[in-house]
């Protein structure tokens, strides 16, 4: 019985440290402005430019498509 005793309050007791270390540190955490973080930046330039890259192929497509398309409407006239 003894040895469920000491590992719950061993639990008990760690998770009271890590909130009391969240509850001190947590106007330091909000006042953290995520967006200059440099990472973050970076990952939305490169989702921007996939974004790009991803429209300009569309256009491509389209207008590959429109073009095949006056091709064939060549052979259909008759």
Same mark, same amino acid.
């Given at each position: 019985?003894?040895?469920?005793?000491?590992?719950?309050?061993?639990?008990?007791?760690?998770?009271?440290? &890590?909130?009391?270390?969240?509850?001190?540190?947590?106007? =330091?955490? *909000?006042?953290?402005? $995520?967006? !200059?973080? +440099?990472?973050?930046?970076?990952?939305? &330039?490169?989702?921007?430019?996939?974004?790009?890259?991803? =429209?300009? *192929?569309?256009?491509? $497509?389209? !207008?590959? +498509?429109?073009?095949?398309?006056?091709?064939?409407?060549?052979?259909?006239?008759?």
């Amino acid at each position: 019985m003894i040895f469920y005793i000491i590992p719950l309050f061993i639990i008990v007791l760690s998770l009271t440290g &890590i909130g009391l270390i969240v509850v001190r540190k947590f106007p =330091q955490l *909000s006042v953290l402005e $995520v967006e !200059k973080i +440099t990472e973050v930046k970076q990952a939305k &330039i490169k989702e921007d430019l996939k974004k790009q890259r991803f =429209q300009r *192929s569309l256009e491509r $497509v389209g !207008k590959n +498509t429109k073009e095949f398309l006056k091709f064939l409407s060549v052979f259909n006239k008759s």
